[in-house]
């Protein structure tokens, strides 16, 4: 499979890339012109250098391949950029006829608002105080509801179904196509992947999850169409609500 990667060098894009070249997937991945990748020398890896409003960088980065993934990182992506480049990427992927898209946010966006446990909400006001002070700052603390608010916009757009008018410059109903699955991993965590974590969409969740985990239920919903449409959390543990 060729999988198109955005997310520049953020955690969970530099373990899916790693990842998916160690299953023998072509990958071509999308960064900016000072991102340092530790990876660069692979037959399966193609690097696509770009600032984030080159089109034509979007464009060559999906061209060619079936399916794209897309993790931003708030430690590497300013959040407030998190809806624009998924606009890009949205519109760069009706260009290039590929509609197949996995979005990586974070449990605690979108409908997934209401279904936290009760430490993990306290956890991201906790986090929240900590943003409001000192911005996005360190692993632990980047989960809070103003990076929160910012995937929910980004889910939007995805959820959506329209090309975005704003981008294009003209008023549009044109449909984006996409066959999309939307994944929020509770807090994550670099520890080995156990494949034993839980996907669900009506529970309500805590805990962890390990960036390995994450990518592994990125790369079977990219190769299993059963997950389009949906959105779902996962962790480690969660209580039935």
Aim: with cysteine.
């Amino acid at each position: 499979m060729k999988i198109a990667v955005f997310g520049g060098v953020g955690r969970l894009s530099k373990e899916f890339v790693l990842n998916a070249i160690s299953s023998s997937h072509q990958i071509s991945w999308f960064l900016q012109p000072n991102d340092e990748p530790a990876l660069t020398d692979n037959p399966h890896l193609k690097l696509i250098r770009g600032h984030t409003n080159d089109l034509a960088k979007y464009r060559e980065t999906i061209k060619g391949t079936s399916s794209v993934f897309v993790s931003f990182d708030p430690l590497h992506v300013d959040p407030k950029q998190f809806v624009y480049q998924q606009k890009m990427i949205i519109l760069a992927m009706k260009q290039e006829s590929v509609n197949r898209l996995v979005l990586v946010t974070a449990h605690g966006s979108g409908v997934s608002k209401h279904q936290l446990d009760w430490t993990t909400w306290a956890r991201i006001n906790l986090n929240q105080i900590k943003y409001l002070y000192n911005g996005v700052g360190s692993n632990s603390s980047y989960l809070c509801w103003s990076v929160l608010a910012q995937y929910t916009a980004q889910e939007q757009v995805v959820v959506n179904g329209r090309i975005p008018q704003d981008i294009i410059g003209t008023a549009s109903d044109e449909s984006s196509d996409l066959n999309w699955t939307i994944i929020r991993p509770g807090f994550l965590t670099d520890d080995e992947p156990t494949g034993t974590y839980l996907a669900s969409d009506q529970h309500v969740f805590g805990g962890f999850i390990s960036c390995a985990d994450v990518v592994d239920c990125a790369i079977k919903a990219l190769e299993d169409d059963m997950d389009i449409g949906k959105q779902f959390s996962i962790a480690y543990s969660s209580r039935v609500s």
